[in-house]
């Protein structure tokens, strides 16, 4: 099995910036991907970012430029770093880890935008 863990989330101004951390451990093959993601109340789960094992990143529109996704493969650790945030940037964000065999999610931290 594979075991996600997020941290790093909290309260910060419009324009402030957080960096998420997102642990994995367990069964994880040398290819896999792992995902940002987050849901504000009453909306859908949206991706914001992704990585892969190689280093391959994709980013959502409305971070890309402001978030950067990155990881240490020795530490099975991905980063995600935002900066210029805005109260839409406001959600729970969870980390989703994808193996040829698990698809394992995290239990979410949240992150507040607001002044």
């Known amino acids: 099995q594979v075991h996600t863990v997020e941290s790093g989330g909290g309260l910060v101004q419009p324009g402030g910036s957080l960096r998420l951390s997102c642990a994995a451990s367990?069964?994880?093959?040398?290819?896999?991907?792992t995902s940002w993601y987050r849901q504000a109340p009453g909306k859908q789960r949206e991706l914001v970012a992704s990585i892969t094992s190689r280093g391959y990143s994709t980013y959502a529109d409305a971070v890309k430029d402001r978030f950067t996704i990155s990881r240490e493969n020795v530490k099975n650790t991905v980063f995600l770093q935002m900066n210029s945030l805005k109260p839409d940037d406001t959600a729970v964000y969870y980390c989703?880890?994808?193996?040829?065999?698990?698809?394992?999610w995290g239990q979410g931290t949240q992150v507040t935008v607001s002044s």
């Open positions: 989703r880890t994808q193996t040829s065999e698990y698809d394992s």
């Open positions: 367990g069964s994880i093959s040398s290819f896999h991907v």
